[in-house]
């Protein structure tokens, strides 16, 4: 599933216009990176932690030549897993169905549009 996928996914199920969903999901992100940037952790309960992780400076080597090389110190995005996120992909926990979540209203959706007939193209023949 990709950001697209979970956007329409949320403005489906809560009902609410794509581009309102969009712009929450925007800056969720966005508030999670500056966060990790800045050295906080993010947490979200049942879900995980967001929080950068230190590495030290290193000597690695050159797979092809074999030559020692200096590898410098970094920070790189972390994600934990949360406890009741790691029961759901274990199998441990059940997820609630998708029509127990909570709506804004029952509203009736109206029908599809039927496309218009394909009009045949003109004979060419001669």
């Not at 969903?21 to 995980?48: Q, Y």
């Not at 200096?70 to 997820?95: C, N, Q």
Request: hydrophobic fraction near 40%; avoid cysteine; charge should be positive.
């Amino acid at each position: 599933m990709n950001k697209a996928e979970i956007i329409d996914s949320v403005a489906t199920k809560l009902e609410m216009s794509k581009r309102d969903v969009t712009a929450v999901v925007d800056h969720f992100i966005d508030e999670t990176k500056r966060s990790v940037v800045r050295g906080e952790k993010v947490a979200i309960s049942g879900f995980g932690v967001f929080e950068a992780q230190a590495r030290k400076a290193r000597l690695g080597r050159n797979p092809r030549t074999g030559e020692t090389v200096k590898i410098k110190a970094t920070k790189l995005p972390k994600f934990r897993a949360g406890a009741e996120f790691k029961a759901f992909v274990a199998g441990d926990k059940k997820m609630a169905s998708a029509t127990a979540a909570p709506t804004k209203s029952a509203v009736k959706k109206a029908a599809p549009k039927k496309a218009a007939p394909k009009k045949a193209a003109p004979s060419r023949r001669k």
